[in-house]
């Protein structure tokens, strides 16, 4: 999937570098909107083995400030669903337990955009940036032979998480605005449990959104 990120980024700056100088300069606050879509979670680290993505949603709303035609800064805020499913073997019980781990944020990403000139009816962007999330809930569930339990992990969980994201973009005239489409990367770089000492995990994610640009 990173592969799939890279070679998007690397053909919107073929196909911008063409009309790379014919779009009009912008400054100021060129742009806000919304944004909804799928996240793809799971844990990394060297602690963090056989687990497999939970999928969830993640949306919120951003602005964008121009500092000129080519170069931007776009503040974000919003929710999104992370963690990761297991499988655990109970050797005493010889049940094979699904564990889902259920970590929800509020996350505050501040992206430095290049915005390429595209076509009429097309202009691709891409960004990074560095991105703080606050903990909004933490559980685990488990499920076994029909039965579901689910306990609330939040005090073994660190309050805050610290990340970059690196993703790209594409913007496409729709009436008065703009429909919005991105695909990021969010590389978590704290580790996820409170513990002295903690276990090295730490969140990822690959997002799918689309928005509307005012």
Do not use: C, H, W
Request: hydrophobic share 45%.
């Amino acid at each position: 999937m990173k592969k799939v990120i890279v070679t998007a980024i690397l053909f919107s700056l073929l196909f911008g570098a063409v009309n790379l100088f014919a779009q009009e300069p912008t400054t100021g606050l060129t742009g806000k909107g919304v944004k909804l879509g799928l996240n793809l979670a799971k844990f990394t680290g060297s602690d963090a083995k056989d687990v497999k993505m939970r999928t969830g949603l993640a949306f919120g709303g951003f602005i964008t400030y121009s500092i000129n035609d080519l170069f931007a800064i776009q503040p974000e805020v919003y929710y999104a669903m992370k963690g990761a499913k297991e499988k655990y073997f109970d050797e005493p019980s010889g049940l094979t337990i699904d564990v889902t781990e259920k970590l929800d944020y509020i996350e505050i990403p501040v992206l430095f955009r290049v915005q390429l000139a595209g076509g009429t009816s097309f202009k691709p962007n891409f960004y990074a940036g560095p991105e703080l999330g606050i903990l909004l809930s933490a559980k685990v569930k488990g499920e076994a032979s029909g039965v579901s339990v689910e306990t609330d992990i939040k005090d073994n969980t660190k309050s805050t998480d610290f990340g970059l994201i690196g993703g790209v973009g594409a913007e496409f005239p729709m009436g008065n605005g703009k429909l919005l489409f991105d695909i990021r990367y969010d590389a978590g770089l704290a580790k996820v449990i409170d513990a002295s000492p903690a276990p090295k995990i730490n969140n990822s994610a690959i997002t799918f959104l689309v928005g509307y640009g005012f």
